[in-house]
């Protein structure tokens, strides 16, 4: 079935109840139903990847990698859940009634999403949640979290270089006001950039909007965001020389063939890209692979290479499935009139302080 994602909270609503039915449909076996989740297996290499017209696989259209896999590993957790964990975790029981402020409603802990963990979980109510309904599949393999390396799916712990910078940062914001300027909001709140779900590397939102739109030509890639509509410009072929001094938010990405899998690597990353873990260092290097899974899955795989910042390579895998439904402007507020209103309304908390 296909539907149109909104923002309306009563169509989404509605939406999400004709989810939980499929879900049942699918639990009970009803005919027509999706196959129990126990009996889902790879693809069985009857189907053809699509090609564009230059010969190459074709990525194009809407896809999501919303997910309920955590993005870390709890700790001393197998790769994999039961099926009976899946279950448990996917039954439509599991999904929160609309109740202002309930964030966990029984959803495995998202460790390490600094997204989501700048909310307090009283901005909305469920109904404007958009964590995903599934837990993440690889090759049949329900996987307990989107990091794979190293062996405990979890980042390993930043270097004391890294520290050190980021006590430095704390301390010389520590000398203003949260709303002194403009500068001192983030990106994501001055809607000019919010980071991970576009990367390097594409991590998940966590609360909505991981969605992505993909557009292929024979020389580049270019991957949009529904998330404060960031969009970034892959180059396919050998790689031009990039002066050190420039980072693009987005880094230099130059992506290249190996069969059937495009290989992205990028570097130049600016130190205000911020992605799960923190800021990567000047020489900082993200690998990608873009490769079909099935007729309806994108396997992505990805590692980050920064020995200044990690003790460690870290990188994971997380599936991106076709989106059977409109991705929609992110029009965030236009103008930047809430930030112009949150500056106000500080400067009048201040006069009120001084008896003005």
């Not at 109510?125 to 989107?146: C, D, F, K, M, Q």
């Amino acid at each position: 079935m296909e539907v149109v994602m909104t923002r309306c909270p009563a169509v989404r609503l509605g939406l999400r109840r004709l989810a939980l039915l499929a879900s049942v449909l699918a639990l009970t076996g009803v005919p027509g139903a999706s196959a129990p989740l126990d009996a889902q297996t790879p693809a069985s290499g009857s189907w053809e990847i699509p090609l564009t017209e230059f010969g190459r696989p074709d990525f194009q259209g809407n896809w999501t990698n919303s997910t309920l896999t955590p993005f870390q590993r709890e700790e001393g957790r197998g790769p994999v859940y039961t099926w009976d964990e899946v279950r448990e975790i996917e039954e439509p029981d599991g999904f929160c009634p609309p109740n202002p402020g309930t964030v966990e409603c029984g959803r495995p802990e998202r460790q390490g999403d600094s997204n989501e963990a700048r909310l307090s979980g009283n901005e909305y109510n469920e109904v404007y949640w958009e964590r995903g309904t599934v837990i993440a599949r690889v090759y049949g393999e329900p996987r307990t979290s989107l990091v794979t390396v190293p062996a405990d799916g979890r980042i390993p712990d930043r270097t004391p270089q890294a520290l050190a910078m980021a006590r430095r940062e704390a301390a010389f914001e520590d000398q203003f006001g949260a709303y002194d300027h403009p500068e001192l909001r983030p990106f994501a709140e001055r809607c000019i950039l919010f980071g991970s779900p576009s990367g390097p590397p594409m991590i998940p939102v966590g609360a909505y909007n991981s969605n992505y739109v993909i557009t292929q030509t024979e020389d580049h890639l270019v991957i949009q965001s529904e998330m404060v509509h960031d969009v970034r410009i892959i180059r396919i072929g050998e790689p031009e020389s990039v002066p050190s001094h420039v980072r693009p938010y987005f880094g230099y990405s130059w992506g290249h063939w190996e069969g059937d899998a495009l290989v992205v690597e990028t570097t130049n990353i600016s130190p205000q890209q911020s992605i799960v873990g923190g800021p990567l260092s000047a020489d900082a290097k993200v690998t990608e692979r873009f490769s079909f899974m099935d007729p309806e899955t994108i396997l992505y795989e990805f590692t980050v290479d920064d020995p200044a910042t990690f003790t460690g390579p870290w990188g994971g895998q997380i599936p991106i499935s076709r989106l059977h439904a409109g991705v929609y402007e992110y029009a965030c507020h236009e103008g930047n009139y809430s930030l112009s209103a949150v500056l106000s309304g500080a400067r009048y908390e201040e006069g009120q302080a001084e008896g003005n």
